[in-house]
């Protein structure tokens, strides 16, 4: 995967020109949204449906839905209640259907192909299937003193192409496909402008888990999610309580602060739910000593149907992500 800059193209694994379109799936919802094509703050069309129980059951080694029928037709609907016709599509998927690695090497090799071979080498040990079975993206970041980190995503080729496959059924491609987390991470980008200059953590608490990425001056240095289908159990901050944010955020704040810079985050974002209130951010910031913000799609984006999109912008953060990487 080559990426011309983290706030423009991150974690995918196909790089055609961007649709309007974008669509996130997770084991709750199908997200679809279209952006106007004159004006990129604009969301013309969108819509999320919920999704029938077991229907989606993110996984590294096996096909992801249950029963490619009742998942198409749920897309159908999806698409028909957003007023949505398209033959292309950009795509997010659940975070736990793939593998992120972080790979510090001292030295890479130039060559494409062999820097794919000594990448494989290295997830071989860690995949719960075969390395030959997947698909591989990567992102290397070299540093001013020649040591490269590199970010890869493996995906086994059953789960992606069973993705794939539901959408082929309605015909539409889907060309452009990340995860879930890192489509987020371009909204982030897109709302502000000089990520790339800064150090900062965005933590992202949805109904079916959690997930945590750190961004060094545009390099990704740490990445943890949480699905709901792994042994801790995980629930929204807002059926916890408020203060449980703060054990989200702090094991990624002193990991980052013990192996990558003694210097507090610039900024950490929060995407929940349900906005955290001011006295619940402020508490944060300093406990954490360091600003801790909402991440507010409605900061940019607008739509004609303003009401749904307030009730619908924590589930459509992904899919908005995606589609504003088309400008």
């Known amino acids: 995967m080559i990426q011309k800059s983290l706030t423009s193209r991150i974690q995918k694994f ?11 799936i997770n084991r709750r919802t199908i997200a679809v949204v279209r952006l106007d094509s004159r004006n990129p703050a604009l969301v013309d069309r969108f819509a999320v449906i919920p999704l029938p129980e077991g229907l989606v059951l993110p996984s590294l080694t096996r096909p992801n839905i ?42 890479l090799p130039g060559n494409e192909n062999e820097k794919e071979q000594l990448l494989r080498w290295k997830l071989k040990k860690t995949l719960p299937f075969n390395i030959d079975e997947s698909h591989v993206a990567s992102l290397d970041h070299k540093f001013p003193n020649g040591k490269h980190l590199v970010l890869t995503v493996c995906i086994h080729k059953e789960v992606l192409a069973q993705y794939e496959e539901v959408f082929q059924k309605l015909g539409i491609h889907a060309g452009y496909i990340c995860l879930s987390s890192f489509a987020a991470f371009e909204l982030l980008a897109r709302l502000e402008p000089d990520l790339g200059q800064r150090s900062v953590l965005l933590l992202r608490v949805r109904p079916s888990g959690v997930s945590s990425i750190i961004a060094q001056e545009g390099r990704v240095v740490f990445f943890r999610q949480t699905d709901v289908g792994d042994e801790v159990t995980v629930a929204a901050p807002a ?9 989200e955020i702090h094991p990624c704040v002193t990991y980052y602060q013990d192996k990558l810079s003694s210097k507090p985050l610039d900024k950490i974002y929060v995407a929940c739910p349900q ?16 600003p801790v913000v909402n991440l507010d799609p409605l900061s940019f984006f607008q739509s004609p149907n303003a009401g749904a999109l307030r009730n619908s912008k924590s589930a459509l953060m992904p899919s908005l992500g995606l589609a504003a990487g088309r400008f």
């Open 14 to 24: 196909f790089q055609p020109s961007l649709p309007l379109v974008a669509c996130e």
């Open 66 to 107: 249950a029963a490619v029928p009742d998942f198409v037709a749920a897309l159908k609907a999806a698409l028909a209640k957003a007023e949505i016709k398209t033959a292309r599509v950009s795509l997010a998927l659940p975070d736990a259907s793939a593998k992120v690695s972080l790979h510090p090497l001292d030295t």
């Open 239 to 247: 059926a916890l309580g408020w203060p449980d944010l703060f054990d």
């Open 275 to 290: 906005d955290p209130p001011t006295a619940v951010l402020s508490s944060l910031s300093e406990r954490l000593r360091s």
